[in-house]
């Protein structure tokens, strides 16, 4: 495996607000890689120094092993949080021109272009002006736009925003297909419950700041699997064991939170002697709570 | 430069392929004949059909003045004499005035030596027909005191009589047979069409800036291309448009020009000459003017957010234009003065003006020269600041970048 971006404590300042500081990532092909963090932490901050809309003002940025030049470009498809299409122009003729520009000769961008919108469905779109389409066949093209030059580096900043549920699944589906041919595949969003099942590796950052960073399974290793979610029918006497650090009870629904270091099997050896279980989950941490957490603990510190 | 390449035909298409660029070709040449032909109609028809009254003590002096009116075919002119008049005359002549029976009176009198005319009318701004009536009542006093120096009728005659002036240009120290007034419209057309073409192209630019704006294109393109080719990209694509717009008219004007009509319609004073250089120039100060407004109107766009914000800073286009026809009849009369000489060389008014002057006489090459280098720097001067605008702006959404915003903006790399 080869790391597809490198990133080297790059910090990035505009007048008295710190955009990025000290932001060290890498991207490993055939990954799917979320950068994750609340509105305004510096995600498209990042991403746009990733591929040279603008530049750091300190640190260095590696794209396919080598410094970053705008020749490596034509390898990287982005589809930025702020897109859009040229209104007046047919669907067909702006495909094979974004193909053109990420170097591909016409025949070839027109050739992919057909392809891929038979993939997506939206052949019968193809001679229409953008400015006919409905809103979910314009995000299709967007995709189509950023993925036609076949890049080695895709990169989506919120790409699930906006998107219908349709568009959504189609999009997920696509990805991993793509990260499944050895694609590196980085996304941003403030959405975490949405990409915990996408993503091989995270990195969350919070002010500008990388707070936590790693391999999905690795992060989440580092939480406990200290919740528990149960239900009961009975009596809900057995929720004063002292393995339990906090409880709410729903009448017979109750999430759990156990003490550091308290084993979950003790507590359902004990609810079974006293009450009827038809559900006992031992669950790990979300990511989101994972993130309040880490950025809570920040802010104690 | 294959990227600029790309973005300066998506644009040409786009535009030529367009609504607008349709309407635009067309219209603005019907609006233009209309306008010069409600002039030149107007001009011919002022001061036509009056009925006037001559009234003086002496009927031959009456008769005199009269006889010039009448024989004027294009007047049409209706001339009643009363003579010899009085006080009573006057009030009734007045009177007859203010009913509207007739358009006005000259009310002549002469004093032993020294003659008085007054005319005397509801208007007081026709100009073609107090020209006529001046040159009439002159003409006729000077007969009359020719007459009563004892010289015969027929002399007089002879000795009065008006001649057409010719005008013939010296160009390089030789007599040039072409009527002034062809030249003069030729170049006159030409600073029309400049304006029109350098501040509607200019203001393209930037509307096609802000719709890329509010399309959200542009960070999808900053992907792969830089903002400079982007920028030079869009510059040449529509600036080709403009190009093609004035080929199509030049060449339909040609086309009209040849046709049997309008040889009819361009013979005599409204013959057009054009000649090589002024045509070299023209597109010279097409370019130049182009490039000096879009590159502006192209910062100005990435600061705002809508084409209204943008309609804000239409001042900027149109101050420079109206200074420029403020000051045509200025220019015209005097080519060579220091204002006529130095609005040339100010490059937001220069194409205008220079055209202006190269309507009464071809200025010295080292001018043209001059004004020419001057516009280039100050193009150079606004394509730096504006580029660097242009680079932070068109990833800026919000509200209008204020002065000192925009300020700061030249500072980022």
């Known amino acids: 495996m080869s790391t597809v971006v490198n990133l080297d404590r790059i910090s990035k300042s505009y007048e008295q607000k710190i955009a990025v500081r000290e932001l060290s990532l890498q991207i490993e092909e055939g990954t799917m890689f979320g950068l994750l963090g609340p509105n305004g932490s510096g995600k498209t901050s990042s991403i746009r120094m990733m591929i040279g809309i603008t530049l750091p003002d300190s640190g260095t940025v590696n794209l396919f092993g080598k410094p970053f030049s705008r020749e490596s470009l034509k390898r990287v498809g982005y589809l930025p949080e702020e897109r859009g299409l040229y209104k007046k122009m047919k669907v067909m003729d702006q495909l094979a021109f974004m193909g053109e520009l990420r170097g591909l000769d016409p025949a070839v961008a027109g050739k992919r272009a057909h392809d891929w919108c038979e993939r997506m469905q939206i052949l019968e779109a193809v001679n229409k002006k953008t400015e006919e389409l409905s809103k979910g066949m314009q995000q299709k093209i967007q995709f189509i736009a950023t993925l036609l030059h076949d890049p080695d580096l895709v990169i989506m900043d919120e790409p699930f925003s906006g998107l219908d549920p349709v568009n959504a699944t189609l999009l997920q589906d696509t990805l991993i297909d793509l990260k499944n041919a050895g694609k590196a595949i980085l996304f941003s969003t403030h959405r975490m419950d949405q990409v915990e099942k996408l993503c091989d590796a995270i990195c969350l950052i919070d002010r500008g700041r990388p707070v936590l960073q790693g391999g999905m399974r690795e992060v989440k290793s580092r939480y406990e699997r200290n919740r528990v979610a149960m239900n009961f029918e009975g009596d809900a006497s057995f929720l004063q064991h002292p393995a339990i650090a906090i409880y709410k009870n729903y009448s017979g629904q109750a999430e759990i939170e156990l003490k550091p270091g308290a084993n979950a099997q003790d507590l359902l050896r004990e609810a079974v002697g006293k009450v009827t279980i038809t559900k006992f989950e031992l669950m790990e941490p979300s990511l989101e709570e994972i993130f309040i957490r880490t950025v809570g603990e920040k802010v104690d510190a | ?413």
């Open chain 2, 1 to 413: 430069m294959r990227d600029i390449w790309l973005i300066a035909k998506r644009e040409y298409l786009e535009q030529v392929k367009g609504k607008a660029f349709k309407v635009t070709t067309i219209l603005i040449p019907v609006v233009f004949a209309a306008i010069f032909g409600v002039i030149a109609i107007a001009g011919k028809n002022s001061g036509v059909g009056k009925h006037v009254v001559i009234a003086t003590a002496d009927p031959t002096l009456a008769e005199r003045v009269r006889n010039p009116l009448i024989a004027d075919k294009d007047a049409e002119m209706i001339v009643d004499v009363v003579a010899p008049a009085t006080e009573a005359d006057h009030e009734r002549l007045l009177a007859q005035v203010d009913q509207k029976q007739i358009d006005g009176f000259l009310w002549l009198t002469i004093d032993g030596g020294t003659a008085n005319a007054t005319f005397e009318s509801r208007s007081s701004g026709d100009f073609a027909t107090e020209g006529r009536l001046q040159s009439a009542v002159n003409r006729a006093l000077v007969e009359q005191r020719l007459a009563a120096r004892g010289i015969p009728a027929s002399d007089v005659q002879a000795l009065t009589k008006d001649i057409d002036m010719k005008t013939v240009q010296v160009k390089n120290g030789k007599e040039t047979a072409t009527n002034a007034l062809s030249t003069f419209w030729a170049a006159y057309v030409m600073a029309f069409l400049l304006s029109f073409t350098v501040v509607m192209y200019g203001m393209n630019v930037g509307r096609s800036v802000i719709q890329e704006k509010t399309s959200r294109i542009f960070e999808v393109m900053l992907a792969t291309v830089t903002p400079g080719d982007m920028l030079a990209g869009k510059l040449i694509g529509i600036g080709a448009v403009g190009l093609t717009q004035i080929g199509i008219w030049v060449t339909a004007a040609a086309l009209f020009a040849g046709s049997a009509m309008g040889m009819r319609l361009m013979s005599g004073d409204m013959k057009i000459h054009v000649s090589v250089p002024e045509v070299v120039l023209f597109i010279l100060y097409f370019v130049l003017g182009y490039a000096l407004y879009s590159t502006l109107f192209a910062g100005l766009a990435a600061t705002c957010d809508t084409e209204q914000e943008l309609q804000q800073y239409s001042p900027l286009a149109a101050v420079p234009i109206w200074l420029s026809f403020g000051m045509i009849a200025f220019i015209v009369s005097n080519p060579n003065s220091v204002w006529s000489v130095a609005i040339s060389m100010f490059p937001p008014c220069a194409p205008i003006t220079m055209f202006l002057r190269l309507a009464s006489q071809f200025p010295p090459y080292w001018q043209i020269a001059l004004s020419l280098g001057l516009m280039v720097l100050s193009v150079y001067i606004v394509l730096w600041l504006s580029s660097r605008i242009y680079r932070v702006g068109i990833l800026m959404y919000g509200k209008r970048a204020t002065l000192p915003e925009m300020l700061r903006w030249l500072r980022y790399s």
